[in-house]
T-cell receptor, first 113, second 110 residues
Framework: ETGVTQSPTHLIKTRGQQVTLRCSSQ?????VSWYQQALGQGPQFIFQ???????GRGNFPPRFSGLQFPNYSSELNVNALELDDSALYLC????????????FGPGTRLTVL | GQQLNQSPQSMFIQEGEDVSMNCTSS?????WLWYKQDPGEGPVLLIA?????ELTSNGRLTAQFGITRKDSFLNISASIPSDVGIYFC??????????FGTGTRLTVIP
């Protein structure tokens, strides 16, 4: 158990809809990173939030957006869902933002029909 | 983004055997990380490497940061059934950019 929790566990949406995924970071961690893991692939970095500000972004379109709250929990929002957005979405928290000391949550499995 | 290729893609080994897997890239990385992912869970960090040529062990696991900084290797000695899972390498360039490999799926036959 890493102390990082994500909700919901599974989600089914249809193309064009919007979705919000949630992540609670481990106690004492102020940085959250989000990753997309397609079936059979490694995770891909979406973006990172540090002290409520976006602190780096991977190669994802603007319809992927996020928030971080004062308690350091975070949300990932995806608008205008596409079939290719079907994936496991992982969040990871760390104390300093250093990616080599981050802990991953179990992920949210999103299916877009 | 950077492409990290892992080989082999999958392995079937007998319990007690040693395992070797590697990760190569066309790009140079400052840090190499090795993770294990079990079904229904997020990746768990096994070993972190910070310097070219560095060799680091964690129990039965040993990993090396390649001299060219474009590759890394992970060895598991005397495999046991709980070693089953998917192993990912990941390379870090800037402060918050982590690129994962394609994964090696390990099956251990008791």
């Amino acid at each position: 158990e890493t102390g990082v929790t994500q909700s919901p566990t599974h989600l089914i949406k249809t193309r064009g809809q919007q979705v919000t995924l949630r992540c609670s970071s481990q106690s004492g961690h102020n940085t959250v990173s989000w990753y997309q893991q397609a079936l059979g692939q490694g995770p891909q970095f979406i973006f990172q939030y540090y002290r409520e500000e976006e602190n780096g972004r991977g190669n994802f379109p603007p319809r992927f957006s996020g928030l971080q709250f004062p308690n350091y929990s975070s949300e990932l929002n995806v608008n205008a869902l596409e079939l290719d957005d079907s994936a496991l979405y992982l969040c990871a928290s760390s104390r300093t933002g250093a990616l080599d000391t981050q802990y991953f949550g179990p992920g949210t499995r999103l299916t877009v029909l | 983004g950077q492409q990290l290729n892992q080989s082999p893609q999958s392995m079937f080994i007998q319990e007690g055997e040693d395992v070797s897997m590697n990760c190569t890239s066309s790009s140079i990385f400052n840090t190499w990380l090795w993770y294990k992912q079990d079904p229904g869970e997020g990746p768990v960090l096994l070993i972190a490497l910070y310097k070219a040529g560095e060799l680091t062990s964690n129990g039965r696991l040993t990993a090396q940061f390649g001299i060219t900084r474009k590759d890394s290797f992970l060895n598991i000695s005397a495999s046991i059934p709980s070693d089953v899972g998917i192993y990912f390498c990941a390379g870090q360039t800037g402060a918050n950019n982590l690129f994962f490999g394609t994964g090696t799926r390990l099956t251990v036959i008791p």
